[in-house]
């Protein structure tokens, strides 16, 4: 059981409304990390369509937003921390997604905390054997957290 989650939640996009609050944000980080017994050390920063192409094209090259990026912490080995790193999530780009797909509840908001807080371990989906394992972990955690499923898995 992780023994305790510090939460960094940005706000920075234009419109709030519909963002999933701060307390269920955490619940769903608890549990991906559930296995963890040090403490956990995020930032989550929702942001606005500008801001992630922006992101995207100076990280990734890519010139279009994107759902989420995620940036990995990786201190000198002399720095013992407990910061994973930094997941960004484009409100726009979920929003789209949801009403594209009929999504009509946070389950998509979780998981793209999943898909994030995995590239924060380390995880990807580069090749089809890593996607699978990576979609299969995403799926089990949307289950955990009693979503029955999401749209992309």
């Known amino acids: 059981m992780v023994s305790r989650v510090i939460l960094n939640l940005q706000l920075v996009c234009a419109n ?3 963002i999933p609050a701060n307390n269920k944000i955490k ?3 608890k549990k991906i990390f559930f296995s963890s017994k040090k403490k956990i050390e995020l930032t989550i920063r929702i942001v606005d369509i500008q801001e992630m192409l922006y992101l995207n094209w100076y990280y990734l090259g890519k010139k279009y937003p994107t759902n989420v990026l995620s940036f990995p912490f990786e201190p000198p080995s002399e720095i ?3 910061l994973l790193g ?3 999530i484009c409100k726009q780009i979920i929003e789209y997604e949801n009403r594209k797909n009929n999504i009509f ?3 998509h908001w979780a998981h793209m905390i999943i898909h994030g807080s995995l590239h924060l371990l380390g995880y990807d989906h580069i090749c ?4 699978e394992l990576m979609n ?3 799926l089990n955690i949307i289950r955990t957290l009693g979503y029955k499923t999401c749209c992309f898995l």
């Not at 089809?128 to 996607?131: G, I, Q, S």
Request: charged share 25%.
């Open 136 to 138: 299969a972990m995403e």
């Open 16 to 18: 709030t409304q519909g």
């Open 80 to 82: 013992q921390t407990s």
């Open 27 to 29: 619940l769903w980080i």
């Open 86 to 88: 930094d997941i960004v």
């Open 128 to 131: 089809d054997e890593d996607a």
């Open 105 to 107: 509840s946070d389950v």
